[in-house]
Structures are given as structure tokens and as C-alpha cells.
Nanobody, 117 residues
Framework: QVQLVESGGGLVQPGGSLRLSCAAP????????MGWYRQAPGKERELVAR????????WYADSVKGRFTISRDFAKNTVYLQMNSLKPEDTAIYYC??????????WGQGTQVTVSS
């Protein structure tokens, strides 16, 4: 089983930036399209960004387009989410996982992002 480990969250003021990381120490996920998801309190988990197994193309939800950037480092077996111009509505727990439901790994603990003044 792949254990996904998300990190990099925290408390940030509106307009601030964070970079999230997702690693799988036990196994490579370089052959998978990967995505960043988020779940806000009382809401369903949603996909906000995805990146193909080769690094391109990428896709973003309209709510984060132009502010978030997804990338991956094959040597480090890590997927990143650079988040700029953060808004209070970006507050959520962020998770990474495969895009395909059929190849979905067990969900990790996620990393909390709180945007507040």
C-alpha cells in the first residue's frame, strides 16, 4: 500500500502563499496522473488541480486558476501545489491522490490550510 504524506499547510493571511508537498516514501507514483484535492468543513472533497504522469498537461478548477500551480519532481517522488493570493475560501484540508478512481491510494492525513486575518 502507498502511504501518501502531505505537508506544508498552515495559517496564512489573505493574499499570502503556501507550498504544499505530497510524498510517498514507500513507493513511486511517477506513473500516475496525480491531483490535489481539498475538503472544507461541511463540504465534499473536490479536485482543485491535476498533473499528468509526464508532467503535462495540467488542469485547475476555476476557483484556483491563475493562483495555484501544480508540479512534480520525479527524482524526489513528490508532487507540489504552490498556492498564491490565498483567500479565506481556500481554507480546507488538502490531500493528494491519483486522479483515477480505479487506481486510488488510501487517503493520507492531509494538511490543513487556514486563510484568515
Amino acid at each position: 500500500q502507498v502511504q501518501l504524506v502531505e505537508s506544508g499547510g498552515g495559517l496564512v493571511q489573505p493574499g499570502g502563499s503556501l507550498r504544499l508537498s505530497c510524498a510517498a516514501p514507500e513507493r513511486t507514483f511517477s506513473n500516475y496522473d496525480m491531483g490535489w484535492y481539498r475538503q472544507a468543513p461541511g463540504k465534499e472533497r473536490e479536485l482543485v488541480a491535476r498533473i499528468s504522469w509526464g508532467g503535462r498537461p495540467t488542469w485547475y478548477a476555476d476557483s484556483v486558476k491563475g493562483r495555484f500551480t501544480i508540479s512534480r519532481d520525479f527524482a524526489k517522488n513528490t508532487v507540489y501545489l504552490q498556492m498564491n493570493s490565498l483567500k479565506p475560501e481556500d481554507t480546507a484540508i488538502y490531500y493528494c491522490n491519483t486522479v483515477s478512481y480505479s487506481s486510488r491510494f488510501p487517503w493520507g492525513q492531509g494538511t490543513q490550510v487556514t486563510v484568515s486575518s
